[in-house]
Every structure is written in structure tokens, then in C-alpha cells.
């Protein structure tokens, strides 16, 4: 299977809320928008995007999905939380080195979603000999 696009759907009751967090806090650009849809694709990856749906479309279909985290790496994590905090967003897990290799914060958006946002960090050399182990 090559896959050629990756596409996250959310499913809500504020999709408006949800539209404007994305494009207003992230850069997302809309393709798509009815009543009970909504689509946004990132400018900088047209193979990526997030969409919104309600729960509840047609008869005996209904879905609020929990558990969700959304992972975007970036160049410069301690940058990208000063801007999200100064756009007044609540940071639910301040900026941390972890051992596997990441520095990440944690934000959520409207509908409770985590965002893990990360740039990549040299790993623990635990974690490296962990990776390691794992190639050919």
C-alpha cells in the first residue's frame, strides 16, 4: 500500500471553534466546508491535513472519539510554545527534554485533543542503544 495523503478527522460539536484553531494557531488553509464537514490542509505538506465531522450525520451514526493525540514536529519548540502562550493557549505540560529525543510541549485544542508538539533532541544513550538494537 503506498499511501499518498494522511488525513486526521475529528469528530465534534464545534467545528467552527476547531476550523479557527488550526488555521488562526497553526497556518492550516481550508479546502473544504459544509454544514457537517469541514477540511484544512497544511500549506507547507499538502500530504497532510485535519478534518472535522460531527458526531451525529445520519440516523444510527454517532462517534466521539477520546484518546487522541496529535504529534506536529517543529524546528524550534521553545519558539513555537512562547507563541502559542502568548496567543493566550494553555499549556496543559510545560516544555521537557525527554530521553527518547524529543523537547515537547503539550497543548489541547478545542475539543480537548492533545497536541504534542516536539522538535527532535539527541536521545539518552539508553535510548540510542534502544534504536539501535533495531537496525539491520
Known amino acids: 500500500m503506498e ?4 488525513d486526521a478527522t475529528i469528530s465534534t460539536d464545534k467545528l467552527q471553534e476547531s476550523k479557527n484553531f488550526y488555521i488562526d494557531h497553526f497556518g492550516f ?3 473544504y ?3 457537517w464537514y469541514i477540511e484544512l490542509i497544511s500549506p507547507q505538506s499538502p500530504y497532510f491535513g485535519i478534518s472535522f465531522t ?3 450525520r445520519e440516523a444510527g451514526e454517532f462517534f466521539h472519539g477520546k484518546g487522541l493525540i496529535l504529534s506536529f514536529e517543529v524546528a524550534n519548540a521553545d519558539s513555537e510554545c512562547q507563541r502559542l502562550k502568548a496567543a493566550g493557549l494553555a499549556v496543559f505540560q510545560d516544555l521537557q527534554d525527554k530521553p527518547w ?3 515537547s510541549f503539550v497543548i489541547d485544542d478545542p475539543n480537548g485533543v492533545h497536541l504534542y508538539i516536539y522538535q527532535s533532541i539527541a536521545p539518552t544513550s539508553e535510548y540510542q542503544r534502544l534504536y539501535d538494537s533495531f537496525k539491520g
Do not use: M
Open 101 to 103: 529525543g524529543e523537547r
Open 29 to 31: 488553509q481550508l479546502v
Open 54 to 56: 460531527l458526531p451525529q
Open 33 to 35: 466546508e459544509s454544514d
Open 3 to 6: 499511501i499518498k495523503r494522511f
